[in-house]
């Protein structure tokens, strides 16, 4: 039985003296977000200097405009807005500098990848892991997703350690220090299969931008504008994964990813993986709000004095909307031989059933060595491994689920497979 923890001051956080003490330390020194200061930052970095095409600029100027206009953000906020602006832009000279060096990266075939796809917070990282676990598949785990081509300035140490994995699993002592409760709501180990959104990072695109703080000029940039280059963008790093992988002796193997981002992308995705399977989630889209507002609110308990909740409710309802509208409209695209619906009712009671179902409709033999990888994993991260957290919609964000759930009527009607809540 999972242990279950309740945040009883979401709304109000209740920061211990080294919380507060390390947030006035940042106020003291705080950083500068400027375009000069992430790209200059990123060249003393590498010792690169050639980002390659200059379009990204536009985007990072959207963003940087809505971050510095975030006048409520502590400096610490901004400090974390700027580190990620720098790993982007230090990944992108690598990726270009490694694709000038090798063009034959570009002839990489990524053939018949399984890409799961579906609102966060219903299940999609868990089928991932599932999926992931088979050994003849290649995942993208956290620390190669967030650099995906090694810095030469920082070369491999006495340990053996790549300093890639070095800096996530440092990184996430401190969130777990910082924020203990991170891990039952959503674990980041270095090891953690990552969502292939974050390779889109580097050409400064892509909804993952939203997570990190809301940005609605971005999100209205990005969905006004035709994400194919992007997904292009992200093709070319699995090349480069897969390059990689048989540089090191290695063999190509089909890739298993996952994004939340695709469900509004459907017509995009089929563009670029033409062959691919996907497995689409689906689940309460209020369980899903809630789970994610409940989230972010948690993490930003170090960022600001006080936690917009009201703001977070109506940009996330707002969101998962519109990814949902985009789903219901493109869902067809997607040919019957090429998917699989993948309720979260249906998926929680049988989960190897769902994990068969895929592998059948990716034309991926069963196996007593899959089914042993797949069992092992499950024995080694039980559910609720890390906890349980309760929510409360209507204490902490002032709606009841069925008020809100009324919103979704089209989503509902649209699948009726989909359990709808009782009353």
């Known amino acids: 039985m999972a242990q279950k923890f309740s945040i009883d001051d979401l709304t109000d956080p209740q920061l211990s003296p080294e919380q507060r003490a390390y947030i006035a330390s940042v106020e003291a020194n705080p950083p500068v977000l400027t375009e000069d200061a992430i790209l200059s930052a990123a060249r003393d970095a590498t010792g690169l200097s050639d980002f390659g095409p200059d379009d990204f600029r536009e985007r990072l100027k959207i963003l940087l405009d809505e971050w510095n206009g975030d006048t409520r953000a502590y400096a610490l906020k901004r400090a974390f807005l700027l580190n990620y602006g720098i790993r982007y832009a230090s990944n ?13 990266i570009h002839d990489e075939p990524i053939e018949r990848p399984i890409m799961v796809v579906g609102m966060p917070r219903s299940g999609t990282t868990h089928l991932l892991n599932l999926l992931g676990a088979d050994s003849r598949l290649r995942s993208t785990p956290l620390w190669q997703t967030y650099a995906p081509v090694p810095n030469p300035k920082e070369p491999v140490g006495p340990d053996g350690v790549d300093p890639r994995y070095a800096r996530v699993a440092a990184s996430w002592e401190v969130q777990l220090a910082s924020n203990p409760l991170s891990a039952a709501m959503h674990a980041m180990e270095p090891d953690h299969f990552h969502e292939d959104v974050e ?16 940005a609605p000029k971005f999100r209205d940039y990005y969905l006004s504008t035709d994400q194919t280059p992007h997904y292009e963008y992200m093709k070319t790093v699995l ?12 063999t190509r193997k089909r890739f298993v990813t996952k994004c939340p981002q695709h469900l509004e992308q459907l017509p995009v995705l089929k563009k670029v993986f033409p062959d691919a399977t996907v497995a689409i989630t689906y689940r309460d889209p209020v369980e899903v709000i809630q789970s994610a507002i409940t989230m972010i609110a948690y993490g930003e308990r170090m960022s600001y004095p006080t936690i917009d909740t009201q703001g977070l409710l109506a940009y996330w309802t707002d969101r998962v909307e519109k990814l949902l509208r ?11 031989e090429q998917s699989v619906d993948v309720p979260f009712d249906t998926f929680m009671k049988d989960d190897m059933a769902v994990v068969r179902e895929v592998r059948r409709k990716a034309g991926l033999p069963e196996t007593d060595q ?12 039980p559910r609720g491994k890390y906890g349980q957290l309760v929510y409360n919609l209507e204490r902490d964000f002032g709606v009841s689920p069925d008020e809100l759930r009324k919103r979704f009527d089209f989503y509902y009607e649209a699948y009726p497979f989909l359990r709808r809540p009782a009353k």
């Open 239 to 250: 090349k480069i994964f897969q390059w990689q992988d048989v540089q090191a002796g290695g």
């Open 92 to 104: 992108r000279l690598l990726i270009h500098d490694l694709l000038t060096r090798h063009p034959e």
């Open 199 to 214: 390779l889109m990072g580097p050409n400064f695109a892509g909804y993952n931008f939203e997570w990190l703080a809301r």
């Open 326 to 336: 985009a789903c219901v409209r493109d869902r067809p695209i997607w040919p019957e």
């Open 370 to 381: 899959a089914n042993r990888d797949v069992a092992a994993y499950i024995e080694s991260h």
